[in-house]
């Protein structure tokens, strides 16, 4: 997302003495993460508006002549190409020795300079269309400026705010702030940082035209369309599952809009990203970049015409499998029954959220339109991006759960900027479960407790109302005395309790995300600025270690021990993962609001992440490696927890792979396994596969085991399918094991007794000059009952004996 500094400057007073990196660094730091900024203040650097005074045709070209006046005394003379260059029109004249706008961001940017035409006649600069501009991509003809805006020799970035730094936002940060999507949503939250209140005006929006409109009126052809001001109750039918409301204005063409002038409005979509097309388009946009509400307009008579009924039956649903649609970048879409449409009378029409449809589309014979402002559900569109590959502004904005308090505001105000050209002939909402607000209770203790700070009460209401919170406060009886501070010296007596204030605080109808007290605190403290909270050691009793990190620790100082690596993959995974590990994807969580295609479900275990790893390792010039991870795996035959969630198991799986690999790779991969339960003075068996669990199902049966303990199923250790090994393209020599972290700590921490005897281990190293065949024969002689084994040989250079290192288990 982008967001023109100018703009949103337009809506907060920032005070003197603030500079703009300064402000700048106050969103990283509070409000969201600038990726970049695009310095545009010398953009625009030698371009004036002028006044076409002559045009002449030059005979047999399509060149004209023209003679312009940009402020000073003699005029310039220019020669255009363009089509709709006439005498009396003011035009953007770019000055020899200029930058093309357009070209300014490329490796070597076009300088216009003044060149001789036909061998004959001088051309110093050019009159700029809106493509040379950087105002999108209409090559028509030049841009001509309404002369209520300017006069010859104005330049063109006074009038027009270019002189701007565009913030490139990242939108992964906002995922949760849909109101932050608009320019009054940001800069309302810039405002709260800045500590100034923010004059609501989202609800300035215009609703004249709602109520000047008369019902009935002559049609431009002298017939009648008989709308109401409120229209029929069945004009919209939704299903509230997927649309919490849908706003619907007619308007209905009683003139000619205005001339296509070069206005504001195609400045800020062309520096927010988007492309100026045409006025009805264009209001739409536009009010989305300001608000956050996206719009769509159908052209209405097309939209009556695909339903074949006398008036206009809006129904939203979901789309039935198979179904398809049009859009209205000409592609053909086949719907699943996750997809939301617009239908006229239950005939597609649209991609609810993400994209119009080809048969209803606006043109240039439209006569009325169908104005449509509505929320839909963030979990359907999500899928829906994903399935159809559609990231549009508007689907942007609905993903991050779009609030419905506005929808009516923003497409009257769209009237009211279509007014010249249209006018209203009829209004319905259908909104069945308006969103009651939501009160959280909270004191200043608590914020003050939270935090680590001493703010005053005054200071958070302040800092709430700021950004639209309502606060309400009332005195609350006293809490009883509190204990002395854990770890505080003796003697520290508590505070004695008095009465609390309790703080009422309603959240504003665009902050859907505000739920308990913790959501609260939260937002002092980032208003107020962490940064300014000073660093304070809690007094508190010394932690007792967590037993699964050091079980984890001893892992991970083992298996690196002998030559494994860690790595980090995503919990997320693809379907065609799960297929390729042969695991059924039923067994899996889907991820309603997924980040990518690539990532829907929750792994159900390790290996396959690892196995995925292996094949780019493979491809490196390495002989080779192992590699191994530690995470959480979830299943769904696990169920859920007393809190709902699904139910998650610590698991280590592991990975072993050569090039030339000698042997049987099973044992290869069984012997880290020893290693690990070697550490944990745990003894495991190795039985046939008998299980069919989730980890089992890469491993080939004939060629890999089960790990139990005490009789207990920990894990499976063995050699991969062939089936897998060619889906994930592997070499021949690979195994691996995936084991139960959660049950090994069980028989780590002694929760389970062990039947099997444990073991003790100690290492002795020999200094000796003789073999170490001759050495481990003395030491077998010496501890006939331990199993040894050897773990170095060193001999330093020049040396005559060598040390040679066992570890002996008794």
Known sequence: MKISLNWLKEYVNVPEGITNTELISLIGSRLVEVEGVIDETHKYDGITVVRVEKAEKIPDTHLTLCQVYDGSPELVQVVCGAPNVREGMLAAWIRPGAIVPASVHEAAPFVIGKRKMLSKYDSNGMLAGADELDFGDDHSGIVEIDPSMAKPGDTLADVFELNDLILEIENKSLTHRPDCFGIIGFAREVAGILGIKFDSVSETVSRNSYENFEASEPRDDGSERAWSRELESDFITIDSDVCSRYTAVVLE??????????????????????????????????????????????????????????????????????????????????????????????????????????????????????????????????????????????????????????????????????KDGFKIAGIADNYPKPEESNVVKNTTTEINNLLGTDYEKDLIIQTLTNVGFQVNVSTGPAAASSPAVAGAPSGVLAKKASPVDILSIESPAWRTDIHIKEDIIEEVGRLLGYDNIEPTLPLHRTAEKNASL?????????????????????????????????????????????????????????????????????????????????????????GVTKENVPVERNSLGFVVAERKGEGTAFYKAKKYVELIFREMQIVAEYVPIKSKTADTKPFEPKRSAEILVNGEYVGVVGEFKNSVRHEFKLADYLAGFEIDLDLVLEYRSNKKEIKIGAKKTEDLTVATTKSYAETLKEVQEKYPEAEISPLSIYQAEGEEKKNISFRIAF
């Open 253 to 418: 063409k009683h003139g000619e809009l205005g001339k296509k002038y070069l206005t504001l409005q195609d400045t800020r979509l062309a520096k927010a990203g988007m492309k100026p097309v045409e006025r009805i388009v264009d209001a739409t946009n536009y009010l989305m970049l300001l608000t956050g509400q996206p719009l769509h307009a159908f052209d209405l008579d097309k939209f009556i015409k695909v339903g074949n009924t006398e008036k206009p039956k809006i129904i939203v649903r979901l789309a039935k499998k198979g179904e398809k649609l049009v859009l209205l970048d000409g592609k053909e879409i086949i719907c699943n029954e996750n997809d939301v449409l617009i239908t006229s009378n239950d005939v597609p029409v649209a991609l609810a959220g993400a994209m119009g449809g080809e048969s209803t589309m606006i043109d240039e014979n439209t006569r009325n339109i169908l104005l449509e402002s509505a929320t839909f559900s963030l979990y359907n569109l999500r899928k829906t991006q994903m399935d159809h590959g559609i990231f549009s502004e508007a689907i942007t904005r609905f993903t991050k759960g779009q609030p419905p308090y506005q929808t009516m505001e923003v497409a009257l105000e769209c009237a009211e900027m279509l």
């Open 550 to 638: 050091e079980l984890k620790r001893e892992i991970r100082n083992c298996l690196s021990m002998y030559g494994a690596n860690e790595v980090l993959t995503y919990s997320f995974v693809s379907e065609k993962l799960l297929e390729k590990a042969k695991q059924d994807k039923k067994n899996s969580y889907k991820i309603v609001n997924s980040i990518s295609p690539e990532l829907q479900y929750i792994r159900q275990s390790i290996v396959p992440s690892l196995l995925e790893k292996t094949f780019l390792n493979e491809k490196l010039p390495v002989e080779k490696f192992a590699i191994f991870e530690m995470n959480q795996v979830y299943r769904k035959e696990w």
